[in-house]
């Protein structure tokens, strides 16, 4: 791909919802940085131009919740081709959860995973570190070192925290060093380790039922430690109707908390787990579950009234080998980098009431503000992290021609609407569509 240090994108919808930005404009990039952005007639300039007409500008998007499976399940994702599938949807940054193995949970681990993150050099990798100590939930990881090391946020995906004091020391010392906690919110011992949401469909198909108390208490837990501790406070995957309540009036309440959503937590019920042969589909299992029409329609509700800010993959691969042993047997998880902005446009945008800036605004502005991270805006000076969206492109979804190593979607030969043709880290095209091209409008 062509680079050069200086050059406009010219005729694009800039959406940037740091700056309440929305309008026909254009962008200069110079040395990686964002030189100007304005609204209206690009001005003279004697460089390259990036045509944009009929596509949406904005900060790069930015996924916060990603397995990119390294080390230990390199067969499932690497960090390369987890980073090609970041970039091929639209990502210019992404955060790894810790639930690798070994877990992501002292310095060497971590600053080996960021070093070769950026080596990769596609988009930006971030880690979140577990909490405690092997995911175990029992002694605290040495935080201030781990911060020290880059880490953005703490969690042991995968698993909530279970004991009490265990996650209010977890609590205190992450107000202390000024990092988020971001939980995994689960009491296994109430939800049982069920394998699809407690409902009418999981008992027809007389399954092992997912209770969602188990969500819901451990939410309700932490919230109580948040009042005590004031420590910053963000959900993971939330999928409840009840967790989402709790966290509308946690934030009425003024607590330091926010949550995120997953595209199929929007799209997708219990229901839907069983394919046309009556059979449950092992891709559509993850952790938590796709739950009922009414969690559904509150995840959506809280995305369109700001209770839910973030819109996230929770990218999750697994091998087909794995996937195939059956629904009881098959891991929890699902793929999304590819899929997720076409599928949250599908879910909030198409059916009205939502536009691109909101849409911009969760899965980019949002998740940058929240943990700390660079990008998220067009400000002057910031690092030129762009996507460049065709809103209007029909394309259709095809596992097969994923670029993660994994295949396990439920959304497989789905219809959709509005796809990212290119992603541009730090004034460099890591990603262009085939349907696109670099310069396109170049005069000279
Ligand atoms: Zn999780």
């Known amino acids: 791909m062509k680079n050069s240090p200086e050059y406009c994108i010219s005729g694009a919808r800039v959406i940037d919802p740091s700056a309440s930005t929305d309008g026909i404009g254009w962008l200069r990039v110079h040395n990686g940085t ?48 987890g980073c090609q599938a970041a970039v091929a949807g639209g990502f210019t940054t992404v955060c790894c959860m810790p639930n690798t193995t070994p877990a992501l949970d002292n310095i060497e681990i971590v600053k080996d995973v960021l070093q070769r993150g950026a080596a990769i050099d596609l988009c930006r990798v971030n880690v979140i570190a577990a909490a405690t100590v092997g995911r175990q939930g029992r002694e605290l990881v040495d935080m201030s070192a781990l911060k020290d090391a880059g880490v953005v946020a703490f969690s042991d995906d995968g698993d909530g925290i279970e004991d009490d004091d265990v996650c209010r020391e977890v609590m205190k010392k992450l107000r202390e060093i000024d990092r988020p906690l971001f939980p995994h919110c689960e009491f296994k011992m109430i939800s049982k380790r069920g394998v699809m949401h407690a409902g009418p469909t999981c008992s027809r198909m007389g399954l092992l039922g997912y209770d969602p108390r188990g969500e819901e208490l451990m939410i309700q837990r932490d919230l109580r430690m948040v009042l005590e501790t004031a420590t910053r406070f963000h959900v993971a995957h939330i999928s409840t109707a009840v967790g989402v309540g709790m966290i509308f009036r946690a934030k009425q309440n003024g607590l330091p908390v926010s949550t995120e959503v997953c595209p199929h937590h929007l799209l997708l019920c219990d ?59 098959a891991p929890m998880g699902i793929v999304g980098l590819e899929t997720s902005l076409a599928c949250a446009a599908k879910a909030l945008i198409w059916p009205g009431g939502f536009g691109w800036p909101d849409l911009i605004r969760c899965m980019s502005t949002n998740p940058a503000r929240i943990l700390g991270l660079e990008g998220g805006t067009l400000q002057v000076g910031e690092p030129a992290d762009i996507t460049l969206i065709d809103p209007g492109r029909e394309w259709t979804i095809r596992a097969d021609a994923f670029r993660s190593k994994a295949r396990n979607t439920p959304f497989d030969s789905w219809q959709v609407t509005g796809k990212a043709v290119a992603t541009i880290v730090g004034g460099r095209p890591v990603y262009l569509d085939d349907s696109f091209k670099w310069f396109a409008g170049q005069t000279r």
């Open 34 to 81: 964002i030189a100007e952005v304005g609204l209206g007639a690009m001005p003279a300039f004697d460089g390259p131009v990036v045509t944009g007409t009929g596509l949406i500008l904005c900060p790069g998007l930015i996924d916060i919740h990603v397995h990119l499976r390294e080390p230990g399940g390199e067969h499932k994702e690497t960090l390369e081709t």
């Open 271 to 329: 229901e839907d787990v069983v394919g046309a042969d009556g059979k449950p589909d092992p891709n559509f299992k993850m952790s938590p579950p796709l739950r009922s029409r009414d969690d559904v329609k509150a995840c959506i509700e809280g995305v369109l009234d700001g209770t839910i800010e973030c819109i996230v993959t929770d990218h999750a691969p697994h091998t087909a080998d794995e996937k195939q042993a059956g629904f009881m047997d």
